[in-house]
Structures are given as C-alpha cells and as structure tokens.
C-alpha cells in the first residue's frame, strides 16, 4: 500500500499524546520529520515517531522533498504563517482546529492551499467518533421526524495560567475557540443543518485573562431549529454531551468528545418509549487514527478530504458572529 509521508509542525500537547500515536496505527502514513520551536521536544517526539529528521524550524522542514503532507498543531497564532508556507512548499495540510485566528485569515489560508493545488483539511478528529456517525445515520433516517433542537457543551475548569489559550492576540477567543469549535461541528455533522443567525452570552465570570471564561450562543437553524452550545472554561462539573431532538424523539450521548471517547455512552429515545443505548457494529475507533488515514486515503486516490477547510470556516464564522452578538441590558 501507498503511504502518506508526513512532517509534523507543532510536537505539544495534541500532536504528542493524540495525533501522532494515533497516525503511527495508521497503515497508509508514515512520519519523516517533526518540528517544534522546542528542538528537545522535537528530538524526543523525533524517536518516539521513528521520524528521520526534527527540526526546531518549519521552514527547514518543508524543504524535505520526500514529505507529502504536513500534520500542523502548533499554537493557533502560528497556523496562518505554516499553513501558507506549507502550500507554497506544495505540502498538503491537516491543521489542527480552530484553523485560523478569524474567518479572513482562513479565506487566506484556502486561497493559498487551493492556488498551489494541494489538499487543505481541518482536524476536527470527533466526526470520526462511532456515536457520532451512528446519531447521523439516525438523523438521516428520518426517524426523529424534523429536528427541533441541537444542543452540546463542552465545558471545562481552565484557571489563570499564562498561556496562550488564555491571550485573546494568540488565541483569538476563549471557550468558543478551543472546544465551542468541536462542539458546532458535530451538530452540523451530526444534523446536516445550517446555522443562518447567532446570538451569544459571553463574558469573564471567573477569569481574568483576555479570553471570555463564559460561552454560551444560540443559532437559529435553516429549518427553524435552535442549537445550543456551551463551552465555557467555568467548571468541570459538567460533562461533554450532546442532544439532537425532533419531533418524534431524541439521540443524545456523553462524553463523546473526550480526546479518547472510549467511555462515552450515546442512547435514543423516541416519543411515549424507553430509552435505548445507541448501537453499532464492531468497536469504538481511535479518532486520530481514522482522521489521519482518511486524510492520507484523500491523497492517495486524489479524491475530497473527509473534513474541509469549508467546515473549519463554517464553525469560524458561528463563532464571530456568537462574539459579535449583543445582548440587551436589563
Ligand atoms: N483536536 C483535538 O482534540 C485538539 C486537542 C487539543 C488541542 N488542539 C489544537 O491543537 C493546536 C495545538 O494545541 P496544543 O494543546 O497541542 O498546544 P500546546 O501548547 O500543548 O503545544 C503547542 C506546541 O507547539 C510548539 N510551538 C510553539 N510555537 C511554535 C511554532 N511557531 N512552530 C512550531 N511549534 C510551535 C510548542 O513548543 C508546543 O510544543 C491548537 O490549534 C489546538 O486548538 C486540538
């Protein structure tokens, strides 16, 4: 079998414990070089990923030849810059979510990828998640009847630490960014709807840092749907979830967008019955596997990437229009 030869921009927290385990199960992708602005870091991950070259500079990196496509997880005030250079360098690209600072910066980032014909996908790992693809296929039956409410959170406790998920310059937003993202891109996967208007709670109940600690937004739906989501950095008191209900009844699930998702539990429940667990055949998926596979297949068979730029954007825009949102003073 044909495989994909990767570079890995960005050896942190994601790409260690996730991305790069997850790519080294995959059997069409191997990985030659790493990066991090950290040399240690990329020489350890360098080993661990049995890669032949670490480098503490992305360009150096995309001057490999042998490299396909470049796997970026860096910080999200880095990925404009990397992934420009990496189409230029006529390198694919899987970048990691949120994929750009603001909507403009990933136009920019899709101009580029789409001039120099090279693939541009966005990671959003949880469209991989077995419940997920099972509650789709639900929707897609049309058993639940028109869908009336979307609802996920994704909230966790994330105190004052002096990192740059936590400076509005390097993370462009707070909870919404980091994980309100994930959340807004299952329910459209899942529900196959569009978000047409916004409207947002946001703010710093907690927190000092320039980033809200507080999210929580609205949407109306192209059917007339509401979608709720929260993704505040609040409380872990809370687990991840989501709902999609419909007239006729609803499909929900539990932690299914934790970075491993084995001990999620999903479950239907229509209208005047019991509710049922969600099933499926066979077992639960590596997520970071799947994605980077059906990446690294899309190459090989020149075929669409399973997850676009287009739905990154898509969240994107949600979100802005969430931050622009005003609220009436009481
Ligand atoms: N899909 C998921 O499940 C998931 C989970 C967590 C994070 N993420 C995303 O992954 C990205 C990285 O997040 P993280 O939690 O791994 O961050 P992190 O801070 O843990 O790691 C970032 C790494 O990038 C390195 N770095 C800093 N500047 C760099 C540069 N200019 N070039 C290359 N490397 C640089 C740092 O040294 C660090 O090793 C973010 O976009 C984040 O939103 C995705």
Redesign the pocket.
């Known amino acids: 079998m044909k495989r994909v030869k990767w570079g890995i921009?960005?050896?942190?927290?994601?790409?260690?414990k996730?991305?790069i385990p997850g790519m080294l199960m995959a059997e069409n992708c191997e990985i030659v070089a790493v990066?991090?602005?950290?040399l240690k870091?990329a020489e350890e991950v360098k080993l661990e990923a049995k890669a032949k070259y670490a480098f503490s500079s992305?360009e150096e990196l995309l001057k490999i030849g042998e490299i396909d496509a470049v796997y970026i997880?860096?910080?999200?005030f880095?990925?404009k810059e990397?992934v420009i250079a990496s189409a230029k360098a006529k390198k694919h690209v899987l970048?990691?979510?949120?994929l750009g600072l603001n909507s403009d910066e990933i136009k920019e980032m899709m101009v580029a990828c789409e001039e120099n014909n090279v693939k541009f996908g966005t990671?959003?790992?949880?469209r991989f998640h077995r419940y997920h693809v099972k509650a789709k296929e639900v929707v897609e039956s049309g058993i639940l009847g028109e869908l009336v409410s979307l609802k996920a959170q994704f909230s966790f406790e994330y105190p004052e630490l002096n990192?740059?998920?936590q400076d509005i310059k390097l993370a462009g937003g707070g909870g919404f960014?980091?994980v309100g993202t994930?959340a807004i891109d299952i329910l459209r996967f899942m529900s196959g709807l569009e978000a047409r208007e916004v409207v947002a709670i946001t703010g710093n109940q907690f927190y000092n840092y320039s980033v809200e600690d507080t999210s929580h937004l609205l949407a109306k739906m192209n059917n007339g749907a509401v979608m709720y989501v929260s993704s505040s950095y609040s409380t872990n008191a809370e687990p991840n979830r989501f709902e999609i209900t419909g007239k006729n009844g609803s499909v929900y699930g539990y932690d299914t967008l934790s970075?491993t998702g084995f001990d999620a539990k999903a479950y239907i429940k229509m209208v005047g019955e019991e509710e049922k667990p969600l099933t499926f055949e066979g077992d639960h998926v590596n997520m970071y596997t799947a994605e980077t596979s059906a990446f690294a297949d899309a190459i090989i068979n020149d075929t669409e990437v399973p997850v676009g730029a287009k739905e990154g954007l898509a969240a994107q825009l949600l979100i802005e229009g969430a931050y622009k949102s005003e609220t009436v003073k009481l």
Not at 9 to 16: K, M, T, V
């Open positions: 921009i960005g050896c942190g927290g994601i790409a260690r996730r991305t990066q991090d602005v950290n870091i992305f997880a860096s910080p999200l880095c990925h990397q970048c990691e979510k949120p990671a959003f790992m949880a990192v740059w998920r960014m980091d994930h970075q």
